[in-house]
């Protein structure tokens, strides 16, 4: 399945990639064509309402790693190792990545550049497919002072860049970059031989992945806050309101279009890049 998805790469075709954490939805997606579905530690917030992924363990990833792959047993699925599961060293690391594997994936993302490139090596060496997660990375959320762009400086691009050729040398499948400037994701997928994942990064990374509940337009926030405090990230496009407005209001046809909104490079738009 991943070089099928590094053929299509190599043939101009962006990749649809969005994050799914059960079985119902997992089939809809298969369905739909999306090339891959991410069991995202963001589940802490969308499926649990929390604040943010602090609170996430292996537990609950390989439970809804399962959930995924029963339903949609034909898609790469990609899962999150959560925060504390790679970082002490690479042999827990390799430890998790194992249990995630043996639960249904085919491939796990952890988040940050430096050390963690040898952790990403460690893996790759061992068989386990890694996808690296770079430029704003939630789990150091608090580190980072918030939800903010990462990159802006030189310096900090600088860094990222550095990061990204790192972890494609190691052997990274993947780069996943988060709240990026455009400009800079587009030097770095230009510059890396590992496909780039974008989420608020541009259109010029090879793929694109988004949260589905903000694709569904249905999470307002944690469940501690209020619904009318919620703000919209601006690299989200509501695809359920746009199929409503296209006459054919479903989930269905709003993941749909989302793939194809990937494919014809008509998602993102300026307007939801930094
Ligand atoms: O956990 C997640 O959903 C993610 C995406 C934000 C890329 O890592």
Redesign the pocket.
């Known amino acids: 399945m991943l070089e099928n998805l590094q053929k299509l790469v190599k043939s101009g075709e962006k990749i649809a990639?969005l994050?799914c954490y059960d079985a119902t939805f997992a089939k809809l997606l298969e369905l739909a064509g999306m090339d891959i579905l991410?069991?995202?530690?963001?589940?802490g917030m969308?499926l649990q309402g929390a604040e943010n992924?602090l609170n996430v363990s292996m537990h609950h990833m390989t439970y809804h790693t399962k959930m995924v792959k029963n339903g949609a047993p034909n898609t790469l699925i990609m899962a999150?190792m959560p925060i504390g599961s790679y970082e002490q060293d690479n042999e827990a690391a390799y430890k998790n990545a194992l249990w995630l594997i043996k639960s249904g994936a085919h491939i796990v993302?952890f988040?940050g550049g430096g050390k963690r490139v040898e952790t990403a090596r460690y893996l790759v060496e061992r068989g386990i497919p890694v996808c690296a997660?770079l430029g704003f990375t939630?789990q150091s959320v608090n580190q980072l002072g918030g939800y903010k762009i990462q990159g802006k400086t030189e310096e900090s691009a600088e860094q990222i860049l550095k990061d990204a050729s790192a972890m494609s040398e190691a052997g990274a499948s993947f780069v996943?970059l988060?709240m990026v400037p455009a400009s800079l994701a587009k030097k770095i997928t230009a510059s890396i031989s590992a496909p780039t994942?974008g989420?608020g990064a541009g259109v010029d990374c090879s793929g694109q992945?988004?949260?589905l509940q903000d694709l569904l337009g249905i999470y307002t926030g944690a469940a501690s806050k209020k619904v009318e405090d919620f703000k919209r990230p601006r690299f989200v496009r509501n695809f359920l309101q746009d199929s409503a407005a296209d006459g054919k209001p479903s989930v269905q046809a709003a993941v749909k279009a989302y793939v194809k909104a990937v494919k014809d490079k008509a998602f993102p738009a300026p307007d939801h890049s930094y």
């Open positions: 990639m994050t991410l069991v995202g530690d963001s589940l969308v992924t999150d993302k988040e997660h939630p996943l988060e994942i989420i992945v988004l949260v």
